[in-house]
């Protein structure tokens, strides 16, 4: 009951493949296709979007760090407005 069942498209029926070699024959109608893996992932692709992935993330700690100095200036200079006017 492990068996996968698939579409034959010749034959319309809801069949498991008999296996021969690199293809595939429905038992039904004797139906065959080839089948091979997928090709492989060039190495270049994955090294480049790591190192797109990296300078990204690189650009957002920046980019949090100078809102963290943005807002620690305005409460410098806030404070100091505050104490000025108490004068």
């Not at 579409?7 to 029926?13: I, K, L, N, T």
């Not at 493949?17 to 024959?25: A, P, Q, Y």
């Not at 091979?36 to 090294?47: H, I, K």
Request: charged letters at 15%; aromatic letters at 8%.
């Amino acid at each position: 009951m492990n068996e996968s069942r698939a579409f034959c498209p010749q034959c319309q029926r809801d069949v498991v493949f008999v296996k021969d070699g690199r293809s595939n024959r429905c038992p039904a109608c004797g139906f065959t296709y080839e089948y091979s893996a997928p090709p492989p992932l060039p190495r270049s692709g994955r090294a480049a979007n790591a190192v797109g992935e990296f300078l990204g993330l690189i650009v957002k700690v920046v980019l949090i760090m100078a809102a963290l100095v943005v807002v620690g200036v305005a409460v410098l200079f806030a404070g100091c407005a505050i104490m000025l006017s108490g004068h």
